[in-house]
């Protein structure tokens, strides 16, 4: 299967780690990345520039989805935020034929026209939808057994879900508990799993974002849980790299690796972990590694 392939910001600046494990996985999955497609498509604006000024942001969107439009592959995304974006633009601008020719016609001046076929999915809905856990399980060659995961899917992924498709689509709302089973792994469910990780209120309330982090990783860590996995990177870079200050202000030790869904499955597929750069997170997840019980 082939795939306009839409990286995001974090993963090509932040998080390389998150891209290096994406590309590995993508090539036993068979999934072909077409990033030729999307060469000079801008920030989805992640929500915040459409505070400021939604049809920039809309605009943006558009041309991208045009871009995938005229490569002829499917749209698909790493990054649960630009996920999230992206179904919403996608959503006003299919209800608004006028507001999607006006914003056309900004377009043209690229030779490009968005025909409202687009339909962005995350890399944890392809694998779900698109080629099955059947498929994923046959590709399987370690097993995770032992290891007791807690999912974390972060807002965007999750909400709103009329322009996320869950309606038509139901499985997307255990789409991460999914894998987790599939490589062998335990789910340990606890009830922060699909609320905001903090990550949008740092830079205006820090305080705040730290005691979210605080939160998620403790009552994760206290149900049992040897490491968090998320399907989106901004989540990870608040919970992996505040959790050292999240441990200071509660004064106890946490040290919950937060695991990137790439890296997760790269370890059930073979993959090293110094390929997918699982020596690069904050919290070590060197520990993690090597009590690890791999088996076929």
Not at 34 to 58: M, P, W
Not at 132 to 157: Q, R
Not at 167 to 187: C, D, F, H, T, Y
Not at 200 to 206: Q, R, S, V, W
Request: aromatic share 6%; with cysteine; glycine share 8%.
């Amino acid at each position: 299967m082939k795939y306009a392939f839409y990286p995001g910001c974090v993963s090509r600046g932040a998080c390389p780690e998150l891209y290096s494990a994406t590309i590995e996985v993508c090539r036993i999955l068979d999934i072909e990345l077409n990033e030729e497609a999307l060469k000079g498509a801008s920030c989805t604006g992640a929500g915040v520039l459409q505070e400021k000024n939604l049809r920039l942001g809309d605009t943006l969107n558009a041309r991208t989805f045009a871009m995938a439009e005229k490569s002829g592959n499917p749209l698909m995304t790493i990054c649960s935020t630009c996920q999230g974006v992206m179904s919403q633009a996608n959503e006003r601008l299919l209800a608004d034929p006028e507001y999607l020719a006006s914003i056309n016609e900004d377009l043209k001046e690229e030779g490009l026209e968005y025909k409202g076929t687009a339909d962005p999915k995350h890399l944890l809905w392809v694998i779900v939808e698109d080629l099955g856990i059947d498929f994923l399980e046959s590709k399987i060659v370690n097993k995770l057994n032992g290891l007791k995961l807690a999912p974390f899917y972060g807002c965007y992924i999750v909400r709103p879900t009329k322009a996320l498709g869950f309606a038509e689509n139901s499985g997307r709302k255990q789409a991460l508990e999914m894998v987790i089973e599939s490589v062998g792994a335990e789910v340990v469910d606890f009830p922060g799993k699909t609320l905001c990780c903090g990550f949008p209120i740092l830079t205006i309330n820090p305080e705040n974002s730290v005691n979210m982090v605080a939160n998620h990783t403790i009552d994760a860590k206290d149900r049992g849980a040897d490491a968090m996995v998320t399907p989106c990177p901004l989540c990870h870079l608040n919970l992996d790299g505040y959790q050292p200050n999240a441990a200071s202000a509660r004064k106890r030790e946490i040290d919950l690796p937060i695991i990137h869904l790439p890296q997760l499955l790269g370890l059930a597929l073979g993959i090293s972990p110094e390929k997918m750069r699982l020596n690069k997170h904050i919290v070590s997840t060197k520990k993690l590694l090597s009590e690890l019980v791999i088996s076929p």
